[in-house]
């Protein structure tokens, strides 16, 4: 027996010690595994990503999913962790490339037609307008926007306080948004 098939042995060993045991209970011997294939993972996504940050992603995503798939017992066969390591890592390598290849894909389609957000300077809500516009309103209207928005309150609760149906709020509550909006606007455009 070479070297590599005893530590295909001793990796074996370890994950069947975690399938046998609950969730989380043989944390030594997920660490140990960890410590063991990590770096073969590791490997694998420098030599197929080309990218020390994508590798070590890699390599966390692999060996989490490894762990996580032991515990559960979903490994059919745990002494060929070795095997589904890798082929996870193929997996999720081309997984990586697919997503990016239609994210360019996208790009090229549609790339020209995208406007650059500029996002340098929120909108300013003119508060004092708002106040003036809010006030304008009819009584019922103001304290159902007030119940809704300010106090965070649904519908069936502010129905209950204003003696209303929670459908009849929902509609008192659209037109009172409608014609705050319109007293908004209204007031930038006079601006």
């Known amino acids: 027996m070479d070297a590599r098939e005893h530590e295909d042995g001793v990796e074996a060993l370890l994950a069947r010690?975690?399938?046998?045991?609950?969730?989380?209970?043989?944390?030594?011997?997920?660490?140990?595994?960890?410590?063991?294939?990590?770096?073969?993972?590791?490997?694998?996504?420098?030599?197929?990503?080309?990218?020390?940050?994508?590798?070590?992603d890699l390599m966390q995503h692999v060996m989490a999913l490894t762990i996580e798939q032991l515990r559960g017992g979903a490994v059919r066969e745990p002494e060929r962790v070795v095997s589904f390591v890798l082929g996870a890592c193929r997996m999720t390598v081309l997984e990586l490339r697919r997503g990016t290849h239609r994210r360019e894909q996208l790009l090229q389609r549609h790339g020209a037609e995208l406007e650059i957000a500029d996002i340098a300077e929120a909108p300013r809500l003119d508060q004092e307008r708002l106040a003036d516009c809010l006030q304008r309103l009819a009584e019922r209207e103001r304290a159902v926007l007030l119940l809704s928005f300010y106090e965070e309150r649904p519908a069936q609760e502010v129905g209950a306080q204003l003696g209303l149906s929670a459908g009849n709020v929902r509609v008192i509550r659209h037109r009172g948004i409608g014609r705050l909006r319109a007293c908004v606007e209204a007031g930038r455009s006079a601006a």
């Open 17 to 56: 010690q975690i399938a046998a045991s609950p969730p989380g209970a043989a944390a030594q011997a997920e660490g140990e595994l960890y410590r063991r294939l990590a770096p073969r993972v590791r490997r694998y996504g420098l030599r197929h990503l080309r990218d020390d940050h994508a590798a070590a």
